[in-house]
Structures are given as C-alpha cells and as structure tokens.
C-alpha cells in the first residue's frame, strides 16, 4: 500500500459526459501529479501540482483540467470525453523530507467512455 | 526533453535464469532514473531510483540497476528469475535537479517467468 488513495476505481460513462477523479496523497506530500495510461500512448504525465499551485504541465488536453485543494487532495475533471479518454488515471504524490525523489502511485482508476 | 527506450515489449525467461531489462534514455540534462514494476490492475511501485553517488543501485526484491552515462542506460538486472517477477516493467527519467516536471516513462516491457 502506498498510502495514495484515488476513487472510484471504476468508472464507466458516455460520450460528451463530465467526470471528476479525485486523489488523496501521502500524509506529508505537498506535490501530486496526474497520469493517463493507455493501450495508444503508454503512460503519459498529464499535470503536477504543489501545494495548492499548479507546478508542471504534460501532455494534458484542454478538455482536462485539475486543482488542489487546501487539505492537499487533488481532483482530475475531464470533460467532453471521447472514446480515446477510456484508460487508467493514475495519481502520485512526492515531497516528503526523506523521499523527495520518489514518486508514490495510487492504484489508479479506470475510466471506460462508451 | 528527454525520452526513454525500452528495448524489447516482451522478455521471456525461464525460472532461475537471470533477468535483463534494457533501458536506454535521452535528456539534455543529467536525469533521474526510476525502474518501476506494475503487477496486473495495480498501481506502480519503485523498484529502485538513481539520483546522485553510486552508480550501481540496489533496489528490492532482488533487483539493480547500473547507470552509465557514456552509453545512457541503465539496464535492470536480477541474477535468479522468480515466478513471482512475471510483471509490467517501466523504465523513467526526470530531469536532474528541482522539484518540477513529472516523469517520462518507456513503454513498458513485460516480463513473462517460464516454469
């Protein structure tokens, strides 16, 4: 367990539909980061956020967005999906003092767009 | 900006024999490197990291990795295969210094244990 938390694990909707991921980090982690794992494109970084502050931007659509919350939990909305949206989110966080090079990944949430 | 190659989508060995993982990368700075092991509908897990110092790195259940710089790789090894290794095996680089920018992984090589 590495003690990032993402719900659902399961997510299942329509074309043109709006969902919101949402991730907690590891007690003591400032930085989260969003990915997108799928069969065309492998695991790609979508997005990083420290503190509260957006901090670096990967391959992230504009449909997309994310934020942190002041409890340091983070949110992924995707929007307009499309079915090349379906895959795997995952969520990381990092910054603890003896581990600031390590990224920590949750178990991901599946996201299928019908 | 850096990219990672993963020689080989499917490795294939037998119990016992060793376990190589080619990674090589590219980056205009010196990198992070990262071995990750991802086991069906799971998450990823470090198996083990290269920052600074050492350049050959141990990492758990039984895996190294060895950094060169002068043919920018850094294979994962393991002298004995368990069946337990049978997994997804990602190779990843960061940008050395700072605490921006995430990771850019390979695609991935699949380590499949013959009994």
């Known amino acids: 367990d590495s003690g990032v938390t993402q719900t659902p694990k399961h997510l299942i909707t329509a074309t043109g539909q709006r969902v919101t991921l949402r991730c907690s980090p590891r007690s003591g982690d400032l930085s989260v980061y969003w990915y997108q794992q799928s069969l065309d494109q492998g695991l790609q970084f979508l997005i990083q956020?420290?503190?509260?502050?957006?901090?670096a931007k990967g391959n992230i659509l504009e449909r997309f967005s994310a934020q942190q919350f002041p409890d340091l939990h983070s949110e992924l909305n995707l929007s307009s999906l499309e079915l090349g949206d379906s895959a795997l989110y995952f969520c990381?966080?990092?910054?603890?003092?003896?581990?600031?090079?390590?990224?920590?990944f949750g178990p991901g949430t599946r996201l299928t767009v019908l | 900006a850096q990219s990672v190659t993963q020689l080989g989508s499917h490795v294939s060995v037998s119990e016992g024999a060793l376990v190589l993982l080619r990674c090589n990368y590219s980056?205009?700075?010196?990198?992070?490197l990262f071995w990750y092991v991802q086991y069906p509908n799971q998450g990823l897990q470090l198996l083990l990291k290269?920052?600074?110092?050492a350049t050959l790195v141990k990492g758990i259940n039984g895996f190294e990795a060895e950094f060169k710089k002068s043919e920018t790789s850094f294979h994962l090894t393991k002298p004995s295969a368990h069946m337990s290794d049978a997994a997804e095996y990602f190779c990843a680089v960061r940008p050395w210094g700072g605490g921006a920018d995430g990771l850019t992984f390979g695609k991935g090589t699949h380590l499949i244990i013959q009994p």
């Open positions: 956020y420290y503190n509260g502050e957006e901090r």
């Open positions: 990381a966080s990092s910054g603890d003092r003896e581990h600031y090079n390590e990224q920590f």
């Open positions: 980056s205009s700075v010196p990198p992070y």
């Open positions: 290269y920052t600074t110092g």
